[in-house]
């Protein structure tokens, strides 16, 4: 049976906010892991050798988190830190961690802490399923690496973040800290487990193609027009409203996405950044000849879409919960601001008592139905595990 437990601290002190977040999961059975997400403010080495001290072999794994986590406590974050931990313990489940930081290319680097997360599990076989946690910027091609080794398994996962979008985050293990890199977790067990990815957006009319793009993350023509003369077109956006580093806030509720062919899945890309030759920048890839399409979403959404998202989970999953694991974009946390308690209300009363915990990323991994793994932004991939 999987058991599940969630601590959190406030405590200015990495070593004893990590003692205090640890000693409220100590007696979970049966260990295999433990997802920690803290704050930039802390030493991050020295939370997590207090973390390990309490759940001695026990592997961990995690990241900063944009200004807090969520758990069945609420909303937890603090101006001098903030943890969240929670451990998962089976006899019948086995889990491989293994991170590295960014050695040669991203591609190569995946493909080794996958070999050396099925060593570490105790296996020679391809996961039930995997978490990914990666540095933003690169995340498809650390994902591509991990696929060279195992194939196509069902993923889940976010990219670290910070406070203030200054590159400040980092991404760990129990013995790895590094703010350019990868981390895995790999899951061996007979147990189901479910993720529902989605930017919950609503798909508008307005759509074009992508006909000119530059290091993969800058849309410099849709269309054959100026992309950012046509997202400005779309949404009647003013160049002083979207101007810099404006854009990043204005399209938390009109992001552009891309569609799977299947149509199962629309891929959000958050605008980033407008640049003076009116092209701007996205938090993840794209492909000349692709359909962008304008999507919409007002605060009121980004909320109540949290609550709705995990009780779509809960009947994916089909079995009964032990635990979820829920990514949720920095950038729409940021949106929300702070009606934040709205949200911790929302996936409290959709937890049904089930410990959860969550994060705050600044790009999130999943899969829809049978799609291929995929990296993407302003989005929720909530994961659930049959107890």
């Given at each position: 049976m999987l058991s599940a437990k969630t601590g959190t601290s406030v405590n200015a002190s990495p070593e004893l906010a990590g003692k205090e977040a640890a000693a409220a999961v100590k007696a979970v059975e049966d260990a295999k892991v433990a997802f920690v997400y803290s704050g930039v403010q802390y030493d991050t080495k020295a939370l997590l050798g207090a973390v390990s001290k309490e759940l001695p072999g026990v592997p961990l794994i995690g990241n900063t988190s944009f200004t807090g986590v969520i758990t069945d406590q609420g909303f937890v974050t603090g101006d001098d830190g903030f943890v969240g931990i929670m451990a998962m313990g089976d006899a019948d489940m086995a889990v491989g961690v293994a991170g590295s930081p960014k050695e040669g290319d991203a591609r190569a680097t995946g493909h080794k802490v996958a070999v050396e997360?099925?060593?570490?599990?105790?296996?020679?076989?391809?996961?039930?399923?995997?978490?990914m946690v990666a540095s933003p910027g690169e995340e498809e091609f650390y994902l591509k690496g991990i696929t060279e080794v195992i194939g196509r398994v069902p993923m889940f996962g976010g990219s670290a973040a910070d406070n203030t979008i200054t590159g400040e985050w980092v991404l760990y293990t129990s013995d790895m800290v590094t703010p350019d890199g990868v981390a895995v977790a790999f899951f061996y067990t007979n147990k189901a487990f479910a993720d529902v990815y989605t930017g919950a957006y609503k798909e508008t009319e307005k759509a074009g193609i992508i006909t000119k793009v530059e290091d993969y993350r800058k849309i410099c023509e849709i269309d054959g027009v100026p992309a950012l003369e046509k997202y400005m077109e779309w949404t009647g956006a003013k160049k002083e409203e979207i101007e810099g580093g404006n854009l990043l806030?204005?399209?938390?509720?009109?992001?552009?996405?891309?569609?799977?062919?299947?149509?199962?899945?629309?891929?959000?890309?958050h605008p980033q950044s407008a640049n003076e030759d009116m092209t701007f920048n996205i938090g993840n890839n794209a492909a000349v000849g692709t359909a962008m399409i304008l999507m919409e979403g007002s605060v009121d959404q980004l909320i109540s879409s949290t609550g709705e998202t995990l009780e779509k989970l809960k009947t994916k999953l089909g079995k009964e919960p032990g635990a979820y694991m829920l990514?949720?974009?920095?950038?729409?946390?940021?949106?929300?601001?702070?009606?934040?308690?709205?949200?911790?209300?929302?996936?409290?009363?959709?937890?049904?008592?089930?410990?959860?915990?969550?994060?705050?990323?600044?790009?999130?991994?999943?899969?829809?139905?049978?799609?291929?793994?995929?990296?993407?932004?302003?989005?929720?991939?909530?994961?659930?595990?049959e107890k």
């Open positions: 997360a099925m060593r570490n599990a105790g296996k020679d076989c391809a996961p039930d399923y995997f978490f806030g204005y399209s938390v509720t009109a992001p552009v996405g891309v569609k799977d062919p299947l149509g199962d899945l629309i891929a959000i890309r990514v949720h974009c920095g950038g729409r946390r940021a949106g929300i601001g702070d009606r934040i308690d709205e949200v911790a209300k929302a996936l409290k009363d959709a937890a049904g008592g089930v410990p959860f915990i969550t994060e705050f990323t600044f790009g999130e991994f999943g899969y829809e139905d049978d799609g291929r793994n995929t990296c993407g932004g302003l989005m929720l991939s909530f994961a659930g595990f």
